[in-house]
């Protein structure tokens, strides 16, 4: 079992950054990819970014490519989403997700929610014009 916690959300105006983080329980985090999605009340949950076990390989949705930039720090267990030139779009519950499956890195699999094996709780992130 693992568990994620997300936190760095909040509100901030248009063109602002937020740094999210999300902690991962367990002594295998290196092993795992780690994805970054969103999703908007009425809306279905969206891919926003993936990183590889290494971090030697990122992906980009396209709405967020240029502004977003996924990293992470293995020896402290924790994923970062540093948010850029935020928009009101950009509105949204932001969620961590661990694919603890071993499969290679790909990126097609990365956008795909069934990847992912356990999944955090949200932070709220809001973007005001």
């Known amino acids: 079992q693992v568990q994620l916690v997300e936190s760095g959300g909040g509100l901030v105006q248009a063109g602002g950054s937020l740094r999210l983080s999300c902690e991962a329980s367990g002594r295998a985090f290196g092993y795992y990819v780690m994805g970054w999605f969103r999703q908007d009340p009425g809306k279905e949950r969206e891919f926003v970014a993936a990183?590889?076990?290494?971090?030697?390989?990122?992906y980009y949705a396209d709405s967020v490519k240029g502004r977003f930039t996924v990293s992470r720090d293995n020896a402290k267990n924790t994923v970062y989403l540093q948010m850029n030139s935020l928009k009101p779009e950009d509105t949204a519950v932001y969620y961590c997700a661990a694919d603890v499956s071993g499969s290679s890195w790909s990126r097609s699999r990365t956008q795909r929610l069934p990847a992912y094996d356990y999944w955090g709780q949200g932070t709220q992130v809001t973007v005001s014009s």
């Open positions: 990183i590889s076990r290494s971090g030697g390989n990122t």
